[in-house]
C-alpha cells in the first residue's frame, strides 16, 4: 500500500519489515495532515505509528496494521489497529510499564504508545498474539464514546471488499448492518455499497421494514445478504432481522452464546421472507455480526478477558483469528450504548 494512498475505508498494512513500517509511518503522517491534526500532533501520530510498527516487526507473525480515519462531532482523528498472531504476553499492564522489555531494548513502547493516544486498548494472550487498537484525536478533543465498531478485508488478491457493515442512530433507534455482495471485486463491492447507502438513507423504522427498505434499494445491483440488528437498552432487547448468510450471535454477561435467526434469500433479488425476530439484550451482553468469511467455530471461552475490551479489540480479534483468506470478511461488534 503507498504512503499516499488511505482510502476512507482505510488501508491495511502488511508489516514484517522496517521499509513496511516506514511506509506506514509515512501514510499515517499524512492522513493525519490530510484532516488537520496540527504538526505537533501529527509529529505524536508518527511516534504512535513508529511504535506499533516496530512491535509488529520484532515481535510479531503475520502483523498488519489497519490505518484510517475515524470522525465523530465534526472533529477527525485518525484510528491504527495492529494485529499479530506472535507469542502474545502474559501481562499487559506489565508489559506496559516503561522499561520492560522481552527483547533487551528499553521497553517504552506500549508506555509510549498509550501517551500520545488519545485512546488505547489492547488484548493479548500468550500463543494467541496480540491486538493494540489506538485513536489519535486533535489535541484537546476527547476520543468518543464507542458502542460498536467494525472492520471488513478484501478477499486475497483483490483491493475491493464486497462485504461492509455500518451503524447510525436513526430517531433514537441505535442500528446495525452487515452485508456481504454476492461474489467478490467490484460487482461484489457495488452491491455492498448500495447496502450501506440505503441503510444510512433509510427511514427511522424496526429492522425487519429497515431490511425491506434495503431490498427495495438494491434490485440494480446482483445483491447481497444483509442483517439489520437494533439495540433497545430501555427494554432489554435486541431485534433482528437477517436475509442470507450473515451470522449474529449474543454473547451474554456470562460468557453464554445465543446465535441469532437469519432467513434464506438475497436482498435485491426475488421476493424474500423477511422477519424480525426480538431477543434477550441485558446490560453487558455483546452483539457480534458477521459475514461467511468469518467462520461461525470460534469460541468465546478461548479468549479469557476478550469481552471486557473494546468492541474494535473484539472485532480485530475475531476477524484475525476466524477470518478465512478465499472470502472477502467482516465482523462488527456492538453493546449497550451508554
Known amino acids: 500500500m503507498s504512503a499516499e494512498t488511505v482510502p476512507a475505508a482505510g488501508a ?4 514484517e519489515s522496517g521499509s513496511a513500517a516506514s511506509a506506514a509511518r509515512r501514510a499515517a503522517e499524512r492522513l493525519g495532515g490530510q484532516l488537520g491534526l496540527g504538526a505537533n500532533r501529527v509529529a505524536e501520530l508518527a511516534i504512535v505509528t ?3 510498527t516496530s ?3 520484532k515481535h510479531a507473525q503475520e502483523g498488519v496494521l489497519l490505518l484510517r480515519p475515524v470522525r465523530a462531532d465534526g472533529e477527525a482523528g485518525v484510528e491504527l489497529v ?3 498472531s506472535g507469542p502474545g504476553m502474559a501481562d499487559l499492564t506489565v508489559s506496559s510499564r516503561d522499561g520492560h522489555s522481552t527483547t533487551g ?3 517504552i513502547g506500549l508506555g509510549a504508545i498509550a501517551r500520545q493516544a488519545t485512546w488505547f486498548d489492547a488484548w493479548s494472550r500468550v500463543g494467541k498474539g496480540t491486538v493494540t487498537t489506538v485513536q489519535v484525536w486533535p489535541k484537546g478533543v476527547p ?6 465498531a467494525g472492520l471488513s478485508r478484501p478477499i486475497t488478491g483483490e483491493q475491493i471488499s464486497g462485504d461492509g457493515y455500518a451503524v447510525r442512530v436513526a430517531e433514537g433507534r441505535h442500528q446495525t448492518l452487515v452485508c456481504d455482495g454476492l461474489g467478490h471485486g467490484p460487482l461484489a463491492g457495488a452491491a455492498a455499497d448500495a447496502a450501506l447507502a440505503a441503510f444510512r438513507s433509510a427511514p427511522a423504522v424496526p429492522p425487519a421494514a429497515v431490511v425491506q427498505h434495503l431490498h427495495r434499494s438494491m434490485s440494480h445491483t446482483r445483491g447481497a445478504a444483509v442483517a439489520v440488528a437494533e439495540l433497545d437498552p430501555a427494554a432489554g432487547l435486541l431485534r433482528y432481522a437477517g436475509i442470507g448468510n450473515i451470522a449474529g450471535v449474543v454473547l451474554g454477561p456470562d460468557d453464554g452464546r445465543k446465535g441469532l435467526v437469519s432467513l434464506p434469500g438475497i436482498a435485491g433479488h426475488q421476493r424474500p421472507v423477511i422477519r424480525e425476530y426480538d431477543y434477550p439484550f441485558p446490560a453487558g451482553a455483546t452483539l457480534v455480526m458477521h459475514s461467511d468469511g468469518v467462520v461461525d467455530r470460534w469460541r468465546i471461552e478461548d479468549y479469557p478477558g476478550l469481552t471486557g475490551r473494546s468492541p474494535l479489540v473484539v472485532a480485530a480479534t475475531l476477524l484475525r483469528d476466524a477470518g478465512i483468506r478465499r472470502d472477502d470478511a ?3 461488534v456492538a453493546r449497550t450504548p451508554a
Request: proline share 4%; glycine share 4%; charged share 10%.
Open 12 to 15: 491495511w498494512f502488511r508489516v
Open 50 to 52: 513508529a511504535e506499533l
Open 55 to 57: 512491535n509488529l516487526v
Open 82 to 84: 495492529a494485529v499479530d
Open 105 to 107: 531494548t528499553l521497553g
Open 143 to 148: 476520543a468518543p464514546s464507542i458502542w460498536s
Open 330 to 332: 467482516c465482523v462488527l
